[in-house]
């Protein structure tokens, strides 16, 4: 059984489109992508959360992610904003507590926020404040984040990318080729 640090380089290796950028960031990811898969696989509920500049990936991850020729279980997986359209004026600490006591009731197996989207948008005040979400933050290397340029021309590819191998994560584990 591979480890995942060996078996992501080898799979960044295999990609044909530009992917060696990913090498020395590898160390940075596996851990993320690690804890995420692990919540995944024992039922935690995924929401998503973007900033606007990045609300497309948001939406292109929410409906492939279960696309049936995965042929794998479905995983939950919603928009945070379509779950509680008031989020943009939750700003203080008891209303952010409000809402996680609402999402612990709501989601009695876990959930965890996957935030991909500039370290200073209001969003950042809820997602920081828990240090088990996702977070794929622009331009600031935060705590536990997988740090993306904004003046890359090529995020929006890498964007892509990322999301193909955390899916082949997700694929490995669920098939027994990968242990976490």
């Known amino acids: 059984m591979q480890t995942l640090l060996n078996w992501t380089l080898e ?29 995944i696989i024992e039922g935690q509920t995924v929401l998503m959360l973007t900033d606007s500049e990045h609300r497309w990936f948001g939406r292109y991850v929410t409906t492939k992610i279960n696309l049936p020729e995965h042929n794998r279980p ?34 009695a197996n876990g959930y965890f926020i996957w935030y991909i989207g500039k370290a200073d948008h209001s969003y950042t ?24 340029r904004g003046k890359d021309e090529s995020r929006d590819i890498k964007l892509l990318q990322l999301y193909k191998l955390f899916n ?13």
């Open 11 to 39: 799979m960044i290796r295999k990609e044909e489109s530009g992917f060696s950028w990913m090498e020395e960031y590898r160390y940075e990811w596996v851990p993320l992508v690690k804890n995420a898969v692990s919540k």
């Open 168 to 180: 082949k994560t997700i694929d490995a584990v669920l098939c027994g080729d990968l242990e976490l």
């Open 74 to 107: 479905f995983f939950p997986i919603y928009p945070l904003t379509r779950i509680f359209p008031n989020l943009s004026s939750v700003v203080s600490t008891q209303e952010i507590e409000a809402l996680e006591d609402m999402l612990d009731i709501s989601f």
């Open 125 to 148: 005040k809820l997602v920081y404040h828990n240090e088990d979400n996702l977070l794929w933050v622009v331009d600031e290397q935060v705590q536990n984040s997988f740090l993306l």
